[in-house]
């Protein structure tokens, strides 16, 4: 399953790229390619992972929606977070993954990533600020990630820049 299927099974909107910014994004995929192989697969070791939006067949295996990252509280270190079809977790590297309560969080905004000028784009960075009552959190990764997890947890699409 790639980007269309998986757009189609959130709630939240996605927009599509225009004409003019298919041509950037083919380009931005060729340099991240030689980047990887030129630096010996850092981005991969360091954990940048670029979305394919791949959805497994069994519904406990994570869904590839790229890097996302969960700080909760915020003064804590970012953790990598993943997705099935079932939940999402906590994965850090070295230690067993743990379910997130994300059906107990709430987003209290949304602020797409610094000079973003492709809002709800599938892979426009974004970050969400959530709160479960007592404490505060973010969640960041891009938009179409976010919105996965979103439709998991249960969230409204937040409003926002658009």
């Known amino acids: 399953m790639g980007e269309a299927e998986l757009r189609g099974l959130v709630r939240w909107r996605?927009?599509?790229v225009?004409?003019?910014g298919r041509a950037g994004r083919v380009l931005g995929g060729l340099l991240h390619a030689v980047?990887?192989?030129?630096?010996?697969?850092?981005?991969?070791?360091?954990?940048a992972r670029r979305p394919d939006w791949s959805v497994p067949?069994?519904?406990a295996a994570y869904l590839?929606?790229?890097?996302?990252?969960?700080?909760?509280?915020?003064?804590?270190?970012?953790?990598p977070v993943a997705a099935s079809?079932?939940?999402?977790?906590?994965?850090?590297?070295?230690?067993?993954?743990?379910?997130?309560?994300v059906r107990s969080w709430?987003?209290?905004?949304?602020?797409?990533?610094?000079?973003?000028?492709r809002p709800r784009q599938a892979d426009a960075p974004w970050r969400l600020e959530l709160?479960?009552?007592?404490g505060t959190g973010t969640l960041t990764g891009a938009w179409l990630a976010l919105a996965w997890i979103g439709t998991l947890a249960g969230w409204p699409e937040p409003s926002g820049p658009a």
């Open 64 to 79: 590839g929606l790229g890097t996302v990252r969960l700080r909760w509280p915020d003064s804590a270190r970012a953790e």
């Open 14 to 16: 996605v927009e599509d």
């Open 131 to 134: 709160t479960d009552g007592s």
């Open 35 to 47: 980047s990887a192989v030129v630096t010996l697969g850092a981005d991969a070791a360091g954990g």
């Open 57 to 59: 067949a069994d519904p």
């Open 106 to 117: 709430r987003v209290v905004r949304a602020v797409p990533a610094t000079g973003s000028r």
């Open 85 to 101: 079809r079932e939940g999402v977790w906590a994965v850090p590297p070295g230690r067993p993954p743990r379910e997130l309560p």
């Open 18 to 20: 225009p004409p003019e």
